[in-house]
């Protein structure tokens, strides 16, 4: 999938890449025919040295099937390699174009006239009104970047600007790190439009905001609240539709929006929804435009008007819920790992999969079904005593008994690489088995179930396939707009949870499809939205509480992916 280009990152030239192209195919669509024909061979090795940030050569398509997958034993690296291997030497700073407003160049420790406060209050904030207000390390505008805010933010702030330079309102120091320019994209009035607007902060567990998909014809975006007359006019086809959607709520798959707020105030009495700073939108205009066939939106408020229910969304748009679906949140989690629950694990994959307990009169017998995508702790000697069916038998923590074809099974590796010292945080990915377990050193702490890319294991650069070596997390965004080429065009706003560990490959929540532990993505590892947050949470660099991204080139954590 690709992200949306942002602004130019100084030592970031591989800000927001491509992840493949569009992850998109039906739920509960079965694995590519490319993955699931692999032949049933042991695959070869990874180097046992692999370089940090850089993939690892593109392995031969030889795999065991899945359910074979516990008995081969995946060599990590070397665990003689320096533990500061993946250090990478950020490259030089490169000049950032001062936007057009604050080219008049002031001394950076010009304190005249600096600007008042919209009301004196003992505690000084700021707020964001753009989609992206950029962080920096040092108040000027070619100093690195450490993140960005996102319209509604607030945070504290110093009383007075460190400097004017190329910032006529003054470079403001913020909490915890940082200095934001005044004026371009962020003001002091903490009650201005957008900032009130705005103000709804994504949820940090699950998805962070309603989503929405568009449906076949795609909703108009508007400016404001269209009148009856209006929405005939943009939308000729209007009279038919309600008819059709309204017949929407009898399918299964519908999911109902969540109750209506109350009317944003800011489009009472037919007034436009301010535009986030950037783009220009003219006061007199109805609608944007059309949004994209393939789109989506996360949405700050629904709310009625003249008998149809709106959005806004987060770019502050208006948008008729009746043209879109609203998107079911994967109820899917994976485990916690504690001291009574830890690795090995198994992830029931069949959905006719049962529990094996002793019979009455000796034996195993049939016991309660498992709940597909379960997790079931295994015994440290998982191997049962006997077969069922021609299927080997795994012994669950609880005494009863799965079949092995019916799950696939996560252990800890034999051989622990040199990073999985003194607490280091790091990520295992493995590409056949469809799973990852966040390490603390030595100690597995969560495990779960995701999608890699639909081509299993082949070359990254030609088909959808996710990369593989040992990489850092440089970029975290709460959430970031992710659309397509001329090929392949989408539109999806506000991916949630997207962690950038090389050029166009990412750890990111799918809200799109639940088909996690089938491989599905353009490349990306794809996670279920609850598994995202934690794991959000969880690495570094960490997201500062009201920023929306923070980056490092340095400190991020370990990203291990194998086959």
């Not at 539709?241 to 944003?264: G, I, M």
């Not at 109805?286 to 393939?294: H, I, K, N, Y």
Request: glycine share 6%; charged share 20%.
């Amino acid at each position: 999938m690709r992200a949306r280009r942002l602004a130019p990152l100084p030592a970031l030239a591989f800000a927001l890449a491509a992840c493949g192209q569009a992850e998109l195919s039906p739920v509960n669509g079965a694995a590519p025919a490319s993955f699931a024909a692999l032949p049933q061979t042991p695959p070869p090795l990874l180097p046992t040295t692999p370089e940090i940030a850089v993939a690892a050569p593109p392995l031969q398509e030889t795999a065991p099937a899945t359910g074979d997958l516990e008995d081969q034993a995946f060599a990590p690296p070397d665990p003689d390699v320096p533990a500061n291997a993946q250090e990478i030497d950020p490259p030089p700073d490169e000049p950032i174009e001062a936007e057009p407003e604050h080219l008049e160049d002031q001394a950076e420790d010009d304190d005249n006239n600096p600007p008042i406060d919209p009301e004196p209050r003992d505690e000084h904030e700021i707020a964001s009104v753009a989609k992206e207000t950029w962080i920096f390390a040092e108040p000027r505008w070619t100093s690195r970047k450490l993140g960005y805010l996102r319209a509604g933010s607030i945070v504290k702030r110093e009383p007075k600007p460190k400097g004017f330079r190329s910032c006529k309102e003054g470079w403001y120091g913020i909490h915890p790190t940082g200095f934001v320019c005044a004026g371009a994209g962020a003001t002091l009035d903490i009650h201005d439009p957008v900032v009130e607007t705005s103000s709804k902060r994504p949820s940090m567990s699950g998805l962070p905001y309603t989503y929405v998909m568009s449906r076949n014809p795609p909703p108009p975006l508007y400016i404001r609240l269209p009148s009856p007359a209006e929405q005939r006019r943009v939308e000729p086809d209007l009279p038919s539709h309600l008819r059709k959607t309204s017949l929407t709520s009898l399918d299964q798959s519908f999911v109902a929006p969540p109750p209506p707020d109350p009317t944003p105030g800011v489009l009472l009495y037919d007034r436009p929804a301010p535009g986030l700073r950037g783009p220009f939108r003219s006061p007199d205009a109805l609608f944007l435009g059309t949004a994209r066939p393939r789109s989506a939106y996360a949405l700050l408020s629904t709310f009625d008007h003249e008998g149809r229910r709106f959005g806004l969304t987060t770019e502050l748009e208006v948008i008729p819920i009746d043209r879109t679906r609203v998107v079911r949140q994967s109820s899917f989690a994976g485990l916690t790992l504690t001291g009574e629950s830890s690795l090995p694990v198994a992830f029931v994959r069949s959905r006719r999969a049962v529990r094996y307990v002793p019979g009455p009169h000796g034996g195993l017998v049939a016991g309660d079904p498992l709940p597909f995508r379960a997790a079931v702790p295994l015994a440290s000697n998982f191997v049962g005593p006997q077969t069922i069916g021609g299927a080997q038998l795994l012994a669950a923590k609880d005494g009863s008994f799965l079949r092995a074809d019916q799950v696939v099974k996560v252990s800890r590796p034999k051989r622990l690489p040199a990073w999985a010292s003194a607490g280091r945080k790091w990520i295992d990915v493995s590409i056949l088995n469809q799973t990852l377990v966040a390490y603390e050193g030595e100690k597995p702490v969560y495990v779960t179930l995701v999608s890699t890319g639909a081509d299993g294991l082949g070359d990254p650069k030609k088909t959808h396939s996710t990369i593989q070596g040992a990489f850092l997390i440089h970029t975290k965004h709460v959430t970031v707009t992710m659309d397509g080429d001329d090929d392949d065009q989408f539109d999806f706003r506000d991916v949630p949870f997207v962690q950038y560990f090389t050029e166009g490959f990412a750890l990111h929540a799918a809200y799109w499809h639940d088909d996690f532990g089938t491989p599905r993505s353009h490349g990306c590892v794809n996670l279920a939205p609850i598994d995202a947050a934690w794991l959000f949470a969880w690495t570094t660099p960490e997201v500062p509480p009201a920023w929306h991204a923070a980056l490092s080139l340095k400190k991020g954590t370990l990203v291990y992916i194998h086959p």
